[in-house]
């Protein structure tokens, strides 16, 4: 089984491999660029394995590696910026459960 890790592992994971293997980060706008790239690598797997569109040969096929590239890309973000997301993670989920405590209970849509 592999380890368990915390969003802070994840952010100095990504850091210890750019000081050891990246050189350094590319800039902020470089990987927002690269981000958007792997959003869009993962929706095309998305259509074609749960839309209505098919594979090409030689195309990749697995959601979680496309996840994962969008998680990378995320974090060196995260890590370039000073965003703590364990922090920031927190924030969003209070704020989405005060927001939304009976919205989604109450949309008859999800019934």
Same mark, same amino acid.
């Given at each position: 089984?592999?380890?368990?890790?915390?969003?802070?592992?994840?952010?100095?994971?990504?850091?210890?491999?750019?000081?050891?293997?990246?050189?350094?980060? #590319? $800039?902020?706008?470089?990987?927002?660029?690269?981000?958007?790239?792997?959003?869009?690598?993962?929706?095309?797997?998305?259509?074609?394995?749960?839309?209505?569109? $098919? #594979?090409?040969?030689?195309?990749? &096929?697995?959601?979680?590696?496309?996840?994962?590239?969008?998680?990378?890309?995320?974090?060196?973000?995260?890590? &370039?910026?000073?965003?703590?997301?364990?922090?920031? #993670?927190?924030?969003?989920?209070?704020?989405?459960?005060?927001?939304?405590?009976?919205?989604?209970?109450?949309?008859?849509?999800?019934?």
């Amino acid at each position: 089984m592999k380890e368990v890790l915390t969003l802070n592992d994840l952010q100095r994971l990504v850091d210890d491999w750019i000081k050891q293997y990246g050189v350094r980060y #590319f $800039s902020e706008l470089t990987n927002m660029a690269c981000l958007t790239e792997e959003v869009g690598e993962l929706a095309r797997v998305m259509a074609r394995r749960y839309g209505d569109q $098919s #594979f090409k040969e030689g195309e990749s &096929q697995d959601p979680a590696e496309e996840m994962a590239d969008v998680l990378w890309v995320l974090v060196c973000l995260a890590n &370039q910026t000073g965003v703590n997301l364990t922090e920031a #993670f927190h924030k969003t989920l209070e704020k989405k459960t005060k927001r939304d405590a009976t919205r989604h209970i109450n949309n008859q849509k999800l019934h």
